[in-house]
């Protein structure tokens, strides 16, 4: 079955450090590769996304690369803003799941002045 | 700005009572989600519809738990009884599937955070 993981949070970093969040996955198919964010008392928003390998997602300043060879869309950006203190969740869709997404476990971002 | 609604926004409630949740997904959209978020499991699919049929509800105890889309534009999620183990924010989401289309993306409502006494 699908699965993703994601390294352990929480991540606590200053502002304008640089930062990134592993993220990575098993599936049976080819998957589409997502990251969500979800910032306090709000639902879930699409971040980024990739559909096919060696894509790269980004925005707002995030980017991530799918990488099929070590199965792997890890997060990152070059300088963090408080405003970005947020949970940050990984998550995949295959063609096999019907538009199902399997989410990893999310990851809290903390960032200070 | 086309947005999934959810209400309420919070509920607080005795245990053994019913709890209904209400969910609008945006227009156009096919699939709807019902998710629950806890500190202990994360996030959790409980059921989804599309074109307003149940596809898989899997997740969901069945005993006390149901899901339906009475029309388009309206997704229920109910429990009864509900217990303090329930307590959870409980998000609905929507998206759009079509035939020979690949587009998984999802847009989440705010949630509701139940909590049961």
């Known amino acids: 079955g699908n699965s993703v993981t994601q390294m352990e949070g929480p991540v606590t970093l200053s502002e304008e450090a640089f930062l990134t969040i592993n993220c990575t996955y098993t599936?049976?198919?080819?998957?589409?590769l997502f990251w969500y964010v979800q910032y306090p008392g709000e639902g879930l928003q699409l971040l980024l996304k990739?559909?096919?390998?060696?894509d790269k997602g980004s925005n707002k300043g995030f980017e991530a690369t799918y990488r099929k060879e070590t199965t792997s869309f890890h997060l990152e950006k070059g300088s963090v803003q408080v405003s970005d203190s947020a949970v940050y969740f990984c998550?995949?869709?295959?063609?096999?799941?019907?538009?199902?997404?399997?989410f990893g476990e999310g990851t809290q971002l903390t960032v200070n002045p | 700005d086309a947005r999934v609604t959810q209400t309420p926004r919070h509920k607080v409630t005795e245990m053994g009572q019913e709890v209904t949740m209400r969910c609008q997904p945006i227009?156009?959209?096919?699939?709807v989600f019902w998710y629950r978020q806890t500190m202990m499991q994360g996030l959790e699919l409980l059921a989804y519809?599309?074109?307003?049929?149940?596809?898989?509800d899997s997740g969901m105890p069945k005993d006390r738990f149901s899901a339906e889309m009475p029309d388009a534009t309206l997704a229920t999620l109910k429990i009864q009884p509900s217990e303090p183990r329930d307590s959870a924010v409980y998000f609905c989401?929507?998206?759009?599937?079509?035939?020979?289309?690949?587009?998984?993306?999802?847009?989440f409502g705010p949630g509701t955070r139940l909590t049961v006494l």
């Open positions: 990739a559909t096919k390998a060696d």
């Open positions: 989401a929507s998206g759009i599937r079509l035939a020979g289309r690949l587009n998984n993306e999802q847009f």
């Open positions: 519809f599309r074109n307003r049929a149940p596809l898989d």
């Open positions: 599936a049976t198919g080819y998957p589409s």
């Open positions: 227009l156009g959209h096919n699939t």
């Open positions: 998550a995949l869709s295959d063609k096999g799941s019907g538009s199902r997404l399997t």
